[in-house]
């Protein structure tokens, strides 16, 4: 098989490093053909905290995606947190070039290169443009303007940032595993591939992903990404919380939560006893599923309540006609939905992929980022002849990490 016709998505999270392999075909439909997954030991919130374990992670992941589609993975492209990420609208604008005034790919890719002008701070990078709209003679709402005819051509662009040490960090450990790094995507903006519709993108609507270590709150509107904010508080937080109300482990914390945990105890219909060993492992005690939802269900609350306040200071608390959307690994447990319902005010559904073998909100990053991927080179950046080439940005990041590498 081609190489050019697989694109790798690496989601290194905090309770798991996750790689997905996506074929693409002539019609651009993907196939994902490998996952593979290995406990994220080296991260704590989003952040890392140890590099050697992160690159075991990341090795371990990496080899399970190889043997199962047979293919030797040298590059993969990487998911960034919207933590230390700032989005900042802004204009580029540029005469058009051809002397019959028709709109080239050459234009656009001129008009967003100057909308990139703006003063940064020295620790921060531009990690992606997105053209939120482009307005050719004054008309604006355009969203191709390729093979227009104008005189002058305008881009409305929303320019990310992030901080550069933690991006630094993150690609330092994949390069230790000795993979080159294809492009960088904003996990909020790969989740929004997968999660939402195209309607639900352009009314408004907020996506919530609840990991192990974060919880990346996203608003969506006019078909684009408006607003992000990432908390330091998941699904770690309520195995934790388990651990010390049951005194045992943060293992078997871990395994009660996913085999009985529920976020409402109203929804607890069981009465049976569930066995558990103290820290120590030699006494056992017996315990309902009752006690566990009453553990879990503040904790969850406390996670939405802190969503919707970032929400709120967002202002977009009462302006999501579209509802809330849930995906990450907690959105499985029974009842965050109804709870985030009520918390929210909202309608709220949980998403995930729509792949044999990644139907789950936990693949929602890494399936979404390959979406992304091949969406970005259908925008008129790049030349669409050039199917699978990396855009422009990406280019640049790579250059940018082997300038401070080599
Ligand atoms: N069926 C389930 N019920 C309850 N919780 C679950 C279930 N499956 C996974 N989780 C929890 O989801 C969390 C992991 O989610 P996910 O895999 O999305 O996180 P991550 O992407 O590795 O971390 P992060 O995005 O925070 O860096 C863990 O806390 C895990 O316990
Ligand atoms: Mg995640």
Redesign the pocket.
């Known amino acids: 098989m081609a190489k050019r016709d697989l694109v790798i998505s690496m989601?290194i999270?905090?309770?798991?490093v996750r790689v997905i392999v996506g074929e693409v075909n002539q019609d651009r439909t993907i196939n994902i053909i490998g996952v593979g997954t290995s406990p994220?030991k080296g991260?704590r919130k989003?952040v890392i905290v140890d590099l050697d374990k992160t690159v075991q992670s990341i090795t371990e992941a990496v080899e399970e995606a190889e043997r199962m589609v047979n293919v030797e993975i040298n590059s993969v492209f990487l998911g960034v947190?919207g933590t230390h990420i700032t989005l900042i609208n802004n204009k580029g604008v540029v005469a058009v070039a051809g002397e019959d005034k028709e709109i080239t790919y050459e234009d656009v890719e001129r008009v967003i290169q100057a909308s990139r002008v703006i003063a940064m701070p020295p620790d921060r990078e531009i990690i992606d443009i997105i053209p939120r709209q482009f307005i050719v003679d004054g008309y604006d709402g355009i969203r191709d303007p390729v093979g227009m005819v104008g005189v002058r051509l305008e881009v409305d662009a929303m320019i990310i940032t992030g901080a550069i040490t933690s991006i630094r960090n993150l690609m330092r450990c994949v390069n230790r595993a000795e993979l080159e790094i294809d492009g960088v995507v904003l996990n909020a903006l790969a989740n929004g591939e997968v999660s939402l519709t195209d309607d639900q993108k352009e009314l408004g609507a907020a996506l919530i992903?609840i990991?192990?270590?974060?919880t990346e709150i996203s608003v969506f509107q006019q078909g684009g990404l408006k607003d992000l904010s990432v908390l330091p508080v998941?699904?770690?937080y309520?195995?934790n919380d388990i651990a010390v109300g049951l005194r045992t482990t943060i293992e078997q914390a871990?395994a009660i939560?996913?085999d009985h945990?529920k976020a409402l105890t109203s929804l607890v219909e069981s009465e049976e006893e569930i066995e558990i060993k103290n820290v120590g492992g030699k006494e056992k005690n017996t315990v309902t599923e009752n006690i566990i939802a009453s553990i879990i269900e503040p904790r969850v609350q406390e996670i939405i309540y802190l969503a919707r306040e970032e929400l709120e200071k967002m202002g977009y608390l009462k302006a999501l006609p579209a509802g809330v959307v849930l995906t990450?690994?907690?959105s499985?447990?029974k009842g965050v939905a109804e709870l985030t319902e009520e918390v929210l005010e909202s309608s709220v559904q949980v998403a995930q992929p729509e792949y044999i073998g990644v139907k789950s909100?936990?693949y929602s990053?890494g399936v979404g980022m390959i979406h992304y991927v091949l969406k970005s080179h259908m925008l008129p950046t790049s030349k669409k002849e050039t199917k699978l080439a990396v855009p422009q940005f990406f280019t640049r990041i790579k250059n940018w990490f082997f300038e401070i590498f080599e």
């Open positions: 989601d999270g905090t309770s798991n994220s991260l989003g947190v992903d990991g192990g270590g974060t998941g699904g770690d309520i195995t871990e939560k996913i945990g990450g690994g907690v499985m447990m909100p936990v990053t």
